[in-house]
């Protein structure tokens, strides 16, 4: 058997000196160590940015002819006191009035400057719609700006500080570059494969008889997809635009929805050759015609064949 003493004061006094010690042996800076370190410094405030924030994003040249393709009064209505951003080059084509830019060769909307910068001959320019006009019988489109001149990139802007570069992300799959094309599409709104193109890559739009729609992408020169509207009936479209060059008839997947009696379940698509596709919603795989016009593709490349 242990026999157990219980402490004496004098014992206790004791431990208690040598775990006071213990604890002061362990924060003193040890023999010979440099003095202890400073404090890191807290972070300084951020500086502000003095470059002016960007304000609503600019219209591209895509979005700008697909309003076009809206007809004139909608056009002028929307774009004019607008902001946009275009590359402008002289008009090539020959027989045109003086003073005419064009963004892309192969349509018929085209830019003038109501006021231009000294020496300006063309370049990136962003400024606001100042009017619209359409010739009926040129099918030409000019859209005028306040004034050209070729804009000058906001990084050149002065700085007051550069703020410290933040740590490098981890790798990672490579992100979409801003302003990236969309399948089957250019970076400039134009559709270079209709196979390919995805419903909502273009401008949802509200036709005759409040159906909604969509149009993607810009029409060919001349294109008689101009001239039509979200909504209209197989009957009125092949009045406007004539018979495809090749159509065809599927089932979507909300026919096989149980219950599901609208008016999607069927849909006819129509190819032109150099003008793009018409999709059509509604009507029967035995009635393909009694659907309504619901996707406009402009493609002037599309090679008439589904």
């Known amino acids: 058997m242990t026999l157990r003493i219980p402490p004496t004061g004098v014992a206790i006094a004791a431990a208690v000196t040598v775990l006071l010690a213990g604890c002061a042996a362990q924060h ?3 023999a010979g160590a440099g003095p202890a370190p400073a404090p890191a410094p807290a972070p300084a405030a951020p500086v502000a940015d003095t470059i002016a924030r960007k304000g609503p994003a600019a219209m591209t040249y895509g979005e700008i002819t697909q309003t076009v393709s809206d007809g004139a009064a909608k056009a002028k209505k929307a774009l004019v006191g607008k902001v946009v951003a275009l590359n402008l080059t002289k008009a090539s084509t020959k027989g045109l009035p003086a003073g005419l830019y064009e963004v892309q060769a192969d349509d018929d909307t085209y830019f003038r400057c109501k006021a231009s910068a000294s020496g300006f001959k063309g370049g990136e320019v962003t400024a606001k719609v100042s009017n619209y006009s359409f010739t009926q019988k040129t099918n030409r489109s000019v859209v005028e700006l306040d004034r050209c001149a070729v804009t000058v990139a906001e990084a050149s802007a002065p700085v007051v500080a550069a703020a410290p570069a933040p740590a490098a992300a981890p790798a990672s799959a490579p992100a979409v570059a801003k302003g990236g094309a969309k ?6 709104g134009n559709v270079i494969d209709s196979t390919k193109v995805e419903a909502g890559s273009g401008r949802t739009v509200k036709g005759m008889n409040d159906y909604e729609g969509e ?3 810009n029409p060919a020169r001349n294109s008689k997809f101009t001239q039509l509207q979200i909504g209209m009936s197989w009957k009125q479209v092949v009045d406007l635009a004539g018979e ?8 979507t997947g909300k026919a096989w929805i149980p219950f599901y009696f609208g008016g999607d379940r069927h849909r006819l698509e129509m190819t032109y050759k150099g003008q793009g596709r018409l999709i059509f919603a509604g009507g029967s795989l035995g ?3 009694g659907g309504n016009l619901i996707w406009i593709i402009h493609n002037p490349n599309e ?3 589904r």
Request: hydrophobic residues 25%; glycine residues 16%.
């Open 183 to 188: 399948p089957g599409m250019d970076s400039q």
């Open 28 to 30: 003193a800076p040890s």
């Open 287 to 289: 009635n393909v015609s």
């Open 303 to 305: 090679t008439g064949y």
């Open 215 to 217: 149009i993607t992408g």
């Open 244 to 251: 495809p060059t090749d159509s065809g008839a599927y089932m």
